[in-house]
C-alpha cells in the first residue's frame, strides 16, 4: 500500500509509520515540505490520532497550515512580479539593440550582446509562463500567460487584482493617460494594458470599448476564482467571452 500524508504524520498499511511533531505549528511545517501524497482515510482520524486533545489540535494546525501557504503563494508571486518586469525590461533592451543596428552594428559585441539578450528573454518568458499557469490558471487561460503576468505585476499581487472592480481592471496601466484626464482634462482613457489583449486587437475600433468592459469583467471574475477558489473555469470563462464579443460584433 502506498503511504499517504495526514496531519499528524505517514501512514502506511493502515499504520502510523512516522509521526510529524506534537507541536500543531511544527507539524503543519512538516506536512507542507513533506513530498508524500495527502490521503484521506476510511477510519476517522481521530481513531490514530497519537496525541491529547484532537479538536483542539487540529484547530491550530490548520490555522498554521493556511499561513503556511499564504506565505508561500506571496513568495511564488513575488518571483513572478520580478520575472514579469524582467521580461518586459529585456524586451525594451532588444528594442533599443534593434533600433541602433546602424549604429551599434560597428561594435564586436553587437551581435553577440543581442544574441545573448534574446536567449535570456526567452529563458525569463519560458519561467513567467511557467510560474503564471500554477499561480493563475483560470487568468493565464483567459488572457495568455504573458498578458496574466503583466496585469498581476501591475497590481502589485494576484490578491489586489482580485478585487479590483471591473472598471479599474479595465484602465489599469493607463495612469498615466487618466492622471492628464483628470488634470488637464483630456480625454478619459478606455483601456490600459488590456489593450494589448487579442480580444481587443481581433475587432472593430468602435467595438473596443464595449469589449473592454465585457473582458474586464472577466478578468476580475478570472482572478477571483484564482485567489479565492483554484476551482478551474478558465475555458469556460474564455468560451463565454468569445460568444459574448461575437454578439457584440454581429450587432449593426
Given at each position: 500500500m502506498r503511504k499517504l500524508k495526514l496531519p499528524f504524520?505517514?501512514?502506511?498499511?493502515?499504520?502510523?509509520?512516522?509521526?510529524?511533531?506534537?507541536?500543531?505549528?511544527?507539524?503543519?511545517?512538516?506536512?507542507?515540505?513533506?513530498?508524500?501524497?495527502?490521503?484521506?482515510?476510511?477510519?476517522?482520524?481521530?481513531?490514530?490520532?497519537?496525541?491529547?486533545?484532537?479538536?483542539?489540535?487540529?484547530?491550530?494546525?490548520?490555522?498554521?497550515?493556511?499561513?503556511?501557504?499564504?506565505?508561500?503563494?506571496?513568495?511564488?508571486?513575488?518571483?513572478?512580479?520580478?520575472?514579469?518586469?524582467?521580461?518586459?525590461?529585456?524586451?525594451?533592451?532588444?528594442?533599443v539593440l534593434k533600433n541602433r543596428e546602424k549604429i551599434?552594428?560597428?561594435?564586436?559585441?553587437?551581435?553577440?550582446?543581442?544574441?545573448?539578450?534574446?536567449?535570456?528573454?526567452?529563458?525569463?518568458?519560458?519561467?513567467?509562463?511557467?510560474?503564471?499557469?500554477?499561480?493563475?490558471?483560470?487568468?493565464?487561460?483567459?488572457?495568455?500567460?504573458?498578458?496574466?503576468?503583466?496585469?498581476?505585476?501591475?497590481?502589485?499581487?494576484?490578491?489586489?487584482?482580485?478585487?479590483?472592480?471591473?472598471?479599474?481592471?479595465?484602465?489599469?496601466?493607463?495612469?498615466?493617460?487618466?492622471?492628464?484626464?483628470?488634470?488637464?482634462?483630456?480625454?478619459?482613457?478606455?483601456?490600459?494594458?488590456?489593450?494589448?489583449?487579442?480580444?481587443?486587437?481581433?475587432?472593430?475600433?468602435?467595438?473596443?470599448?464595449?469589449?473592454?468592459?465585457?473582458?474586464?469583467?472577466?478578468?476580475?471574475?478570472?482572478?477571483?476564482?484564482?485567489?479565492?477558489?483554484?476551482?478551474?473555469?478558465?475555458?469556460?470563462?474564455?468560451?463565454?467571452?468569445?460568444?459574448?464579443?461575437?454578439?457584440?460584433?454581429?450587432?449593426?
Amino acid at each position: 500500500m502506498r503511504k499517504l500524508k495526514l496531519p499528524f504524520g505517514i501512514l502506511e498499511d493502515k499504520k502510523l509509520v512516522e509521526r510529524f511533531s506534537k507541536n500543531p505549528e511544527e507539524a503543519a511545517k512538516q506536512y507542507f515540505e513533506s513530498k508524500v501524497n495527502p490521503g484521506i482515510l476510511e477510519e476517522e482520524l481521530e481513531k490514530i490520532f497519537p496525541y491529547k486533545n484532537f479538536q483542539k489540535w487540529m484547530n491550530e494546525f490548520g490555522i498554521a497550515l493556511i499561513k503556511l501557504k499564504l506565505k508561500n503563494r506571496e513568495k511564488s508571486e513575488e518571483k513572478l512580479i520580478l520575472s514579469s518586469r524582467t521580461l518586459n525590461e529585456l524586451n525594451h533592451i532588444i528594442n533599443v539593440l534593434k533600433n541602433r543596428e546602424k549604429i551599434l552594428m560597428n561594435y564586436e559585441t553587437y551581435k553577440k550582446t543581442l544574441e545573448n539578450a534574446e536567449k535570456l528573454k526567452e529563458k525569463v518568458e519560458n519561467k513567467v509562463k511557467e510560474d503564471v499557469k500554477k499561480i493563475a490558471k483560470n487568468l493565464s487561460t483567459l488572457l495568455g500567460p504573458i498578458l496574466a503576468a503583466d496585469l498581476i505585476a501591475k497590481a502589485k499581487g494576484l490578491k489586489n487584482l482580485s478585487i479590483m472592480p471591473a472598471s479599474k481592471i479595465q484602465i489599469l496601466g493607463a495612469e498615466r493617460s487618466l492622471f492628464k484626464y483628470l488634470k488637464e482634462k483630456q480625454k478619459i482613457p478606455k483601456y490600459g494594458m488590456i489593450f494589448k489583449s487579442e480580444f481587443i486587437q481581433g475587432v472593430k475600433k468602435e467595438d473596443r470599448g464595449k469589449v473592454a468592459r465585457l473582458l474586464s469583467a472577466k478578468i476580475m471574475l478570472a482572478a477571483r476564482l484564482d485567489y479565492f477558489s483554484k476551482e478551474n473555469k478558465g475555458e469556460e470563462i474564455r468560451e463565454e467571452l468569445i460568444k459574448e464579443i461575437k454578439k457584440i460584433s454581429q450587432r449593426k
